[in-house]
């Protein structure tokens, strides 16, 4: 049943316009219909009897509602065809094939070690059998070609990108990739599940991709003096992560909340970079031993630090610090501090006085460091814009070596019954 309830409108002039309202199946519609009335009798003639135009009105809720269910079916069928494909068997084919074609390319000892050692990976109940038929040489001989066989390694500024043979080699458990000009990481990175070391350090690598966060069993990872400016939330998802350097990427400023997961991280490096402040995520690692906040803009620290119950060593020189809260006396396993000595004014005396504390205070010599920075900035002036690459890595270089000195200073002094007041640092450079 149809009921219609007309209203008519005349305007003057050569244009007419005619609403009425209808209900139909339950819904109510505002049609309008709109005729031309020719000034000319000719006009009129020509265009024959009046045309109407019907243009039914919704209500935009119910378009909104149709849609919505729409798209969440296509998506619910995406992810369906890319679990689909992730299981297909013509994947698992392709990648064995592959596999093969590589193994071809291997010396036939190589390649004897190689598959022992999968043949191991799949039957590990036989494999403690036979390794107990062997010699302790022959054991440590077969760990050792075992433990070759399962690393990758790329470096030099040669590479771009990596070798597309990489992709068939996925039995591999670590990488080490540096001083190479590779700016990402590749797609096919998630199929090396069995990862547990990955080491990018000195590369061009401008960020992280998400799919990083499906490498469960990962529990190193280095990705110092990079490009980076940001940290996938998805890497919280490693939880076996253990060991996290984030040094020297010069644009980073801040961590996901998402890594307060990684409950099992006992080393944490955010040094050489733009933090204001401690991430929040960061007093969540509740398993962190060293964290290392030196060289960042840090103007103070927060009144939990205790929270980090198993905190032995922090670096927290070359910031902005003038104090230092009372809180860290409260960690009962801090042994070594390291901070600057230039603009701290505020010391707790009971760090002072701990005799299980090593407070370790540096001064800069401004005097060399003046020097220092005006021979930089003539050097910066005499360059040219396309050395720009060349000196980034120099100074990447120069940064890595100022601290590895002050990790083996600090190791030196772990040792040591009392903390020197003063220590000068000699460079020494031989031309043969």
Known sequence: MLGHTHTHTHTAGKNRMLGHTH????????????????????????????RKVDVPVYDLSLIKGIWEVRVKKYRQKQKKEQERVEKSALARIDQEWQYRIYCKTLKPTEKHQLHQYLERSTQPHTSTHNTLLL?????QEENDLDHKNLIFRLDGDRWMDFPRELQWMTYLREWHIWGTRIRQLPDFLVLFT????????????????????????????????NRLSRVPPELGSCEKLERLDL???????????????????????????????????????????????????????????????????????????????????????????????????????????????????????TASEKRKKKKEEEKKKREKEKQRRWKEQKEEVKDSREKEFIEVYIGSLKDRDTVPFSTTKVSISCLL
């Open 23 to 50: 209900t139909q199946s339950g819904r109510r519609c505002v049609c309008f219909s709109v005729s031309k009335q020719a000034g000319e009798s000719r006009k009129l003639t020509e265009m024959g009897p009046e």
């Open 247 to 365: 040094a020297g990427n010069h644009n980073l400023s801040e961590l996901p909340f998402e890594l307060s997961s990684l409950k099992q991280l006992v080393h944490l490096d955010i040094s050489e970079n733009r933090f204001i402040s401690i991430p929040i995520c960061t007093l969540r690692m509740t398993s962190l031993q060293l964290l290392d906040l030196s060289n960042n803009q840090l103007t103070d620290l927060p009144q939990d630090m205790d929270r980090l119950e198993q905190l032995v060593t922090l670096f927290i020189h070359r910031n902005n610090l003038s104090y230092l809260p009372l809180c860290l006396a409260n960690i009962s396993t801090l042994k070594v501090i390291v901070v600057s000595g230039d603009e701290l004014t505020c010391l707790p005396t009971k760090l002072c006085n701990s005799p299980d504390i090593k407070l370790i205070r540096l001064f800069d010599n």
């Open 194 to 225: 069995q990862l547990t070391v990955l080491e990018i350090a000195k590369n061009a690598i401008t960020d992280l991709p998400p799919e990083i966060g499906k490498l469960a069993e990962l529990r190193r990872l280095n990705v110092s003096y």
């Open 135 to 139: 010699t302790g040489d022959q054991q």
